[in-house]
Nanobody, 124 residues
Framework: QVQLVESGGGLVQAGGSLRLSCVVS????????MAWFRQAPGKEREFVGG????????VYADSVKGRFTISRDNAKNTVDLQMNSLKPEDTAVYYC?????????????????WGKGTLVTVSS
């Protein structure tokens, strides 16, 4: 059974930092790309960052580039999202997702499994 479980969300002031973590099980973690998406109230889910099966290949949405860092530990079956310099517009539910592929394709439709999400709230 595939499981993706996010943690680390919470309330933080603008300019602060949070680290999200996603623990996965039920599949060969090192063979698939992993990504973080987010969905703000009243908005569509959007891509935040992705990391290919090879841990050195990462990609980010322009809105978070330079502030967020995605990383994975293939030995621990985890994928993390370090979020710095947070802004109120980063407020959203953040989802961990597993790609159908090793990497390189980061649309929602390219994801096969999703976690239930963790809420990040950034106050101004």
């Amino acid at each position: 059974q595939v499981q993706l479980v996010e943690s680390g969300g919470g309330l933080v002031q603008a300019g602060g930092s949070l680290r999200l973590s996603c623990v996965v099980s039920g599949f060969a973690f090192s063979s698939y790309g992993m990504a973080w998406f987010r969905q703000a109230p009243g908005k569509e889910r959007e891509f935040v960052g992705g990391v290919a099966w090879s841990t050195s290949i990462t990609v980010y949405a322009d809105s978070v580039k330079g502030r967020f860092t995605i990383s994975r530990d293939n030995a621990k079956n985890t994928v993390d999202l370090q979020m710095n310099s947070l802004k109120p517009e980063d407020t959203a539910v953040y989802y961990c997702a597993r790609s159908r592929y090793r990497g390189g394709r980061w649309y929602s439709s390219d994801m096969e499994y999703w976690g239930k999400g963790t809420l990040v709230t950034v106050s101004s």
